[in-house]
């Protein structure tokens, strides 16, 4: 693999100056934890987000392309293993894209009710059930 070229580098350096732009003016000078992790249950192993502050995850999607339903499922599952687990208070859940700046935030209660119809507990209650009931193969 080689080196970045100069055209490469000027990408990723305006994606870095838009990342700490946005957590700067969100974060509001709160402590901002990189890669929060969490721990497996059931099927899923352990993993781990990309930003998480004050009640709020969110992951960084810096490809050219828009939300995808795949991205809320992903945030779904950090927020039912993190119900599960009973480390952090994630009131808040988003998406951020630097690349063609672009984001999405919503309350986790909020969220699950716009896709399922239940209420954050209902929701994520559910999914850890699922996670563990081993009624899925992996």
């Given at each position: 693999?080689?080196?970045?070229?100069?055209?490469?580098?000027?990408?990723?350096?305006?994606?870095?100056?838009?990342?700490?732009?946005?957590?700067?003016?969100?974060?509001?000078?709160?402590?901002?934890?990189?890669?929060?992790?969490?721990?497996?249950?059931?099927?899923?192993?352990?993993?781990?987000?990309?930003?998480?502050?004050?009640?709020?995850?969110?992951?960084i999607k810096a490809g050219d392309r828009n939300i995808r339903s795949v991205d809320l499922r992903q945030l779904l599952v950090y927020s039912a293993l993190n119900f599960a687990e009973k480390k952090r208070k994630i009131e808040r859940v988003g998406l951020f894209n630097p690349r063609i700046g672009t984001y999405f935030s919503s309350t986790?209660?909020?969220?699950?009710?716009?896709i399922s119809g239940r209420s954050a507990i209902e929701m994520l209650s559910e999914l850890v059930r699922i996670f563990s009931s081993g009624d899925i193969s992996r």
């Open positions: 693999m080689s080196d970045p070229n100069p055209v490469e580098m000027d990408d990723v350096n305006e994606q870095l100056r838009r990342f700490r732009s946005f957590f700067r003016i969100l974060g509001e000078g709160r402590p901002i934890e990189t890669k929060p992790q969490f721990s497996g249950c059931g099927i899923i192993d352990s993993c781990e987000g990309d930003v998480y502050f004050d009640g709020q995850l969110f992951e986790i209660e909020e969220l699950c009710i716009e």
